[in-house]
């Protein structure tokens, strides 16, 4: 089987995988990295968003092989250096933005991606981003204020 | 002044901490040394008989360990079902078996016909695509009238699609014919509750383990009652004594009702286990979920309401057809009678009241509770049927329903459905609602809309529920198999700190924090000083898990009598450290007092006391601090609540948006008010895709057309507004210790109807004059109502 390396959240990571083997698989079974979740088979929930070299990208999406020598962050490498939430994981506990937790790490990725790209989004604008990420618990208010608290927060901090 | 501690503080949820940072524990996260992948082999055919399975070449591929095949089941049970309906003329329901893998037929496309065990899930994959099948495909039944009027049969042995034929109140059936006979004026309404897809964001999971050593089999998965899970399969399925069998449901990506259920493959996954010696997980694709979870709702309904003169309902007739799918899932037959029927009062003091069920099998995946369970269905077709009427009338469809509310001064009210609900003021709440939806502004806004060419609608309506599932003696009475209490057992550790073993189970619902918010306030210490166990039959008490808003009413409740057991007898260690008669003990925040003295001793002191007796009374009292207790409540509970939408149309094209949607609730007592704000959206964003999105649609074949995100329409965050959501109107349960009502379904029960009513409300303002519209509300349903 050949074998593949890359970066996963600051660390030089490598494995064996099959041709077919995703990213996300390569994540969560070889890295046994599990904060990252799949809930569906057709690129559709978003619960498996990553950033590869500062992209969100759906990590279902992607063949293993096509993330050799790239920058992966997950969930796991969104804390602080000292393990407390990050600022939009935090804003995402002030605001109640998660009930069951599932569609959670997707969220925070695409999130940070988003604020990445617009530091200051409007309501319209979280909502039309958040498109690819399906949620079943909160309905999305809350999420959506999350990510309000977490851009005001980032710009007061820049 | 908000609370920042105990009961009703918005506490920060504490799970939060885990879920955040990647560190949850689902059960596809649990992976045992040496385990082994399951792949279920599926009907792709809606009906038929299975003449061979041939597994030859499949066996020989890379990897595989085993294949199991129907034939492997026999002489294992099939999966039970948990409640017995009795039917109109007294008879019981017809009750065909339910195989864990399919025996002779295939009754709907998903149903498993084998299971491949293989080293890697790839493996037992691919090997499941060499076994060979052949089906004899039979003519299928979808349509639930065909299933019922002669269509192919879906358990031959029956000799019949219908499952029941309920009647509530039978003898009341002749009064309320002749009530509609001679009324006023009857509003008749048929209508479609669409079949929904419960779609927690996580897929089911089993992982399967056995020791041999000691002949133990644990199951891990993704279950909202671990105890219900291990009683039917331990004892109906796989004849495993409850103390050789531990089930285990750690941290669950949601459930809506679609997780209480027993499921093959979780019978399949232990068994395989234990046969094989090695642990067996499965894991369920999104395809296979579309296909495998227990379908919502899919009710076809005929309303009628029959109003006086004066606009007051004097009664109400319902024929329901509701389907069942293929099979009877574990609490199936309860969904379209006991919690659709008992609801059709609503807010109303309707006096007469018949509702008849016909449940019907088709070769569709099966029915069962989903978020409301019932409670959506009634709802729907009642607060539809009032609009309607309204309409009808010329009456203001606020002012109907004002007219017919039960008023705050009749409570309890014993409805002609079998029900007594202790408190509510529908008024109240519908006041409320008045005032965070800003009605009055609401032409003005429908003026602005116009402005831009498109069609405003406002839609209220109202919802009760019965929640806080329970009480055991009564559900017995109405079939149920299994007794509904909550358990907790609450262990106060040496040093003061608690540990909170619940029968409950947290899938989203925050008990983390929620519980402990309780226990601690009445302890006067900490919230962090109290942890909560759940999830896990070998460390919490017998329970009966959550569902039907009830952990906090029922789970709660326990809790509270477990801790006042605590609080009971360490005012008799306090009375002994202090020389005092423990009559004489008041204990309030965290310290026990002699009344009328200044003599206190600390939570601590009489902690450690409990479990270092030296200086303890002995003869008269055992050491340690830990209580249980089972709590059976006396009634259920009865939050409701007045809902408006907007809604603005686009009469080209026929699309709804939501434009905004106001929730006026009574839930009682609340403990964390940002919690239930939580449950309430999310609640509302099902109910609104139910009205405007979400269908399970199967051909005529029995293919389901709506299987994936790609073609069934889940709510996604563009497509509803923010919430306004209000709780302050608040009456108290009689019958709990916290006054709790539960908050759970009300957002998905009270939602759909708001939409729908706000549609029609749309089309009548800009001249189109649709009395009904079924839901999903499309674009295309919408332009076609518009132009026929």
Redesign the interface.
Known sequence: MPNVSMTVNGRNVSGEI?G?TLLSEFIRDTL???????????S??G?CVVHADGRAVKSCTMFAWEAEGADIV???G??NADGS?GVI?QA???N?G????????GM?MSAAALLQDNPDPS??E???Y??G?????????????AIQAAAGSLRAAA | MPKDFGIGAST??R????????????T??I?IHGQAYAHFLRSQVAHGKISAVNVEAAAAMPGVIRIFTGADFEGVGGLPCGWQVTDRHGEPMKEPGHPVLAQGKVRHVGDPIAAVVAESA?EARDAAEAIEVEIEELPAVIDMKAAVEGGPLVHDDIGSNLCYDWGFIEDNRDEVDAAIRDAHHVTTLELTNNRLVP?????RVAVGDYNAANDESTLYTTSQNPHVIRLLMGAFVLAVPEHKLRVVAP????G?GSKIFHYAEEAFCTLAARQLRRAVKWTA???EAFVTDAHGRDHVTRIELALDDGGHFVAIRTSTLANLGAYLSTFAPSIPTWLHGTLMAGNYRTPLIYVNVRAVFTNTVPVDAYRGAGRPEATFQLERVIDKAARELGIDPIEIRRRNFIAAEDFPYATPVALEYDTGNYHATMDRLEEIADLQGFEARAETSQAKGKLRGLGVNCYIEACGIAPSNLVGQLGARAGLYESATVRVNATGSVTVMTGSHS????HETTFPQVVADMLGIEEGQVNILHGDTANTPMGMGTYGSRSIAVGGAAMVRATEKIISKAKKIAAHLMEASAEDIEFSEGAFKVAGTDKQVAWGDVCLAAYVPHNYPLAELEPGLEETAFYDPANFTFPAGAYACEVELDPETGKVDVCSFAAADDFGNIINP??V??QV??????GVGQALLENAVYDSDGQLLSG???DYA?????D?P??TVDHSCQTPCTHNPLGVKGCGEA?AIGSPPAVVNAVVDALSRGGYEVAHIDMPLSPSRVWQAMNA
């Not at chain 2, 799970?15 to 689902?26: K, P, S």
């Not at chain 2, 941290?251 to 949601?254: A, L, S």
């Open positions: 099959e077919r046994q990295l599990t904060g990252t979740h799949v809930g569906c088979d057709t559709q929930c619960a997950s969930i796991e969104m804390a939430l994981q995402f506990q002030d109640h998660l009930q069951c937790g599932f569609c959670t790490p925070v309501e319209a979280i909502r039309d958040l498109e990420n399906i949620c079943r618990c909160t309905g999305y208010h809350n999420i959506v204020k | 920060k949820r799970e939060d901490a885990r879920f955040l940072t990647g560190n949850g524990q689902y596809d996260d992976n790839a779609n927690a964001m996580e897929p941290d669950v990506g949601g809506f694709s999104r395809s899938h989203g619902q925050g940002m919690i704000d939580g959206h999310g609640g509302i964003a099902q994936s995100y790609m889940m709510p996604r965050a563009d509803v923010s919430f957002g």
